[in-house]
């Protein structure tokens, strides 16, 4: 479902559809409907989506893109991504597909939820499922094996409705040539390069030209806002030295979670399941009687799995499901397992799947890590939870006394607290000490002179800061930015001389001029593109947005209308050539219609969405998410 967890072997236009379908999934263990219509940010067919769900799944949003960026996310840079409305969106999205689904009869059972996770290499050790591996993975991300699995069900089924769907993509033969050629025939770009670094040579730079370019940007050689700050730092660390844990207390918090601490029994398996589909009972029945019949006769289980199992996720694997305990697995089948000894092959085990034919290779039984493994483990996570409570207690009893002296220096002095200063700082570039404290770092430069701060709740403890003096952005004067500004201007002006010049030789084909002739009056050489494709741009060896225009040229129509550009690297070119497409095989246009098809159920899925964001009775409480 994500791509930390799993990377499926699809198509990129698969993995697109599964995108459409699975647009809000990544928000882990979403509970729809998990509000009423007063406190509904949204309701969607008379079902609420709650201020509390919306709220977790925005803060999560948030908390992920601050990681992305370094732990710092700049102020209006979620305004202008829009991530409420987002939110918002993906919320209704998923609302609207598990009531899409509902209409039309389609479910995700236990078992299939549990065929998926046992499959993905993820969660296997030595190539078999490992129950302990899939928790630790889990935890590692911050998640819960009820919230993944209710995730992956609605994966699963969003799967499930893209199939669905699917079946109304239907391709005909003009459609297939008409994009198999779109696509695939091919074509020639003769092209020459003007980069702006040819031209510098030809730009003269006068005072005035500078003043001019200077004054014209003044805003891009702006310093940086700065701040100098005094501050109370109540870490955890520090605290966790005085920490004492008593062995009392590890035994009771051992006992608290001794669930935590026990291993159950696990079983090791492999099966052959012959599916029914409510027609065909007896016949597979006698089907699966027949693989008994031969695996009590000396047959090799895992030949036999391969050859007749119609279980796609273990059938390759000889029939492998790995390691599981009880209740993993649907109740007849586990059932049936956990009766068996090592080594032994069961009879034939009914369940709404089909029959299925187990054996247990390797039993583990159930065990308690005892206490003398963990009391270290314990202690220390017993010392950061009391060392944290601490720093808070400390800190907040701190924020009270610094307002009951009037200032946080009359507090240093009533009190014999000395501050820790800082010089003046930039938020890209904070000292040492506060290096890391992203929320630290906001408030410093969310504040103004003489502002005492929040509490401020860091990983590593707690924050309380003044501002004691602010550097506001300032624009230099030109004599101490020259040398940076000659730089800018010249290169402005080398991309202006290359750019018209290039325009030049553009107007001057287009009147009839030889191409060829221009280019080397301009001191360059005309090159010529190896054949490419739509699906082969890169071997142009030319920018996207260059060898995309050379589709829509012919002979008739040699030259763009514009000149192309790279940065500060103008194009001039023209078509030469175009050839039908040199991989139009059989076995090509087969390959092609199967992502054409996706292609197809993609749109047929996303117009579904549409019609169903359109019909649907949404409405929506901008008011809430404020």
Known sequence: MLDFLRKKAQSPVLQAIIVIIVLVFIFWGTNMGGGNKRD????????????????????????????????????NLIKSLGIKDQVLKR??????????????????????????????????????????????????????????????????????????????????????????????NEIKLSYATLPAADFTKNVLVSDDDLKAYFDQHKDAYKSAPQVKIKYLAFPVAQAMETMTITDNEINVQYQKNIAAYQVQETRTARHILIKTDGTNDE???????????KLKAGGNFSELAKKFSDDPGSASQGGELGSFSRGQMVPAFD?????????????LIKTRFGYHIVEVQEIKPAKTTPLSEVTETIR????????????????????????????????????????????????????????????????AFSLVKGDLSSLIEETGGYYIIFIDDVIEPAIPELDKVKKEVTVDFTAAKSSELAQAKAQEILAACKEGKDFKQLISEAGGSVQTSPWFSRTKRGLSKLPDAISNSGFTLSEAKPYPETIGADGNTFYVYRFQAKQASQSATPQAK??????????????????????????GEITTNPSLME
């Not at 008379?46 to 948030?62: C, D, F, H, S, W």
């Not at 059932?335 to 009879?347: G, H, P, W, Y």
């Open 380 to 443: 220390r996570t017993l010392k950061q939870q009391q060392a944290r409570a601490a720093a808070f207690k400390n800190a907040d009893s701190a924020y009270e006394k610094i307002f009951q002296a009037g200032s946080l220096d009359k507090f240093s002095a009533q009190e014999g607290v000395t501050l820790l200063t800082t010089d003046f700082f930039s938020q890209s570039a904070p000292p040492a000490a506060l290096a890391g404290l992203p929320r630290l770092l906001d408030q």
């Open 335 to 347: 059932e049936a397992v956990f009766s068996l000894a090592k080594n032994e092959i069961s009879d």
């Open 590 to 615: 087969q390959s092609f219609m199967a992502t054409l098809s996706q292609e197809k159920q993609l749109a047929t899925v996303e117009s579904w969405l549409n019609y169903m964001m359109k019909t």
């Open 283 to 293: 016949e597979q029945k006698a089907k699966a009687e027949d693989i008994v019949k």
């Open 91 to 184: 919320l209704v999205q998923q609302a609207l597909l598990v009531q899409g689904a509902q209409r039309m009869g389609l479910t995700v059972s236990n078992w299939e939820v549990q065929e998926e996770i046992i499959t993905q290499p993820y969660f296997q050790a030595d190539g078999k499922f490992d129950n302990s591996r899939y928790k630790l993975i889990l935890a590692q991300n911050k998640m819960t094996p009820k919230q993944y699995e209710e995730s992956l069900r609605l994966e699963l089924l969003g799967r499930k409705v893209s199939k669905h769907l699917g079946e109304f993509a239907v391709l005909t033969d003009w459609e297939i040539d008409q994009r198999f050629a779109f696509n695939n």
């Open 40 to 75: 509904a940010v949204a309701t969607v067919n008379g079902q609420a989506i709650g201020l509390p769900e919306y709220n977790k799944e925005y803060t999560r949003m948030v908390d992920t893109l601050r990681e992305q960026l370094g732990g710092t996310l700049p102020k």
